[in-house]
């Protein structure tokens, strides 16, 4: 008896696969600002109290309490004006001069922004005198230099301080009787023309009482003498 042996061969059949094809997507990518960054504001004026003490005499000339601020007109590098911001620190430093007939305030401070300080001070100097005959003192002139910080001043083409001056012989600022005090609560505004520029920088003072050509050693104010604003109201 012949046994044939037949060989199975077996096939696997792999199901039927159906692939998706994605639709492609083109991403445009946002808009790139080239908008410069807006610099900070200014700070607010807050009131500081300063006096001028002179150590030989033994006695406290000047008294004074205000805040103060300012725009200071600049040229761009662009060629455009610019309004840069000064704002006087409440912890700015006082030095200043006892004389006879003429007696300063010299206020010094730097502008810090971001962290930054300017290599330069600011300087505000207030100089007084006195009319015997109508027994008054007066501030004759009001003075500030400017440093142009790259915050508040931005793309400054001075490469120094702007300096501006009010001065007019036929004015009297702050003006009270000597052994009083000139006070002021109302906001204060006034124009000082800038030196070699043509420009008027815009001060603002608010809050003020200042004594000048002071006897005594304390630092307490004479009776105020109040401004016309402040009367009106």
């Known amino acids: 008896i012949t046994t044939t042996s037949t060989a199975f061969t077996t096939t696997t059949v792999k199901p039927n696969t159906t692939t998706t094809i994605q639709p492609s997507t083109t991403v445009t990518p946002a808009p790139t600002s080239t908008n410069a960054p807006i610099p900070p504001g200014p700070p607010q004026p807050v009131a500081g109290y300063w006096v001028v003490h002179d150590e030989y005499a033994n006695i406290t000339c000047i008294v004074a309490r205000f805040s103060a601020a300012f725009k200071v007109p600049y040229i761009k590098t662009d060629g455009q004006a610019g309004n840069g911001s000064v704002v006087l620190n409440q912890n700015a430093t006082a030095t200043g001069t006892c004389g006879e007939v003429e007696q300063t305030l010299i206020l ?15 300087i505000l100097t207030f100089t007084f005198t006195k009319n015997i005959s109508n027994d008054i003192f007066y501030a004759k002139s009001i003075e500030l230099m400017a440093y142009p910080d790259l915050i508040y001043f931005p793309n400054a083409t001075t490469p120094d301080y702007i300096e501006s001056v009010l001065s007019d012989s036929y004015l009297d600022f702050f003006p009270a009787h000597l052994n009083n005090s000139y006070a002021c609560r109302s906001e204060q505004i006034f124009n000082m023309p800038q030196v070699n520029t043509g420009y008027q920088t815009h001060g603002s003072i608010t809050g003020m009482q200042i004594q000048a050509f002071r006897n005594t050693g304390d630092e307490e104010f004479g009776a105020s003498e109040n401004c016309s604003g402040d009367t009106a109201t």
């Open 108 to 122: 010094k401070w730097y502008q810090v922004a971001e962290g930054i300080q300017a290599p330069k001070p600011n």
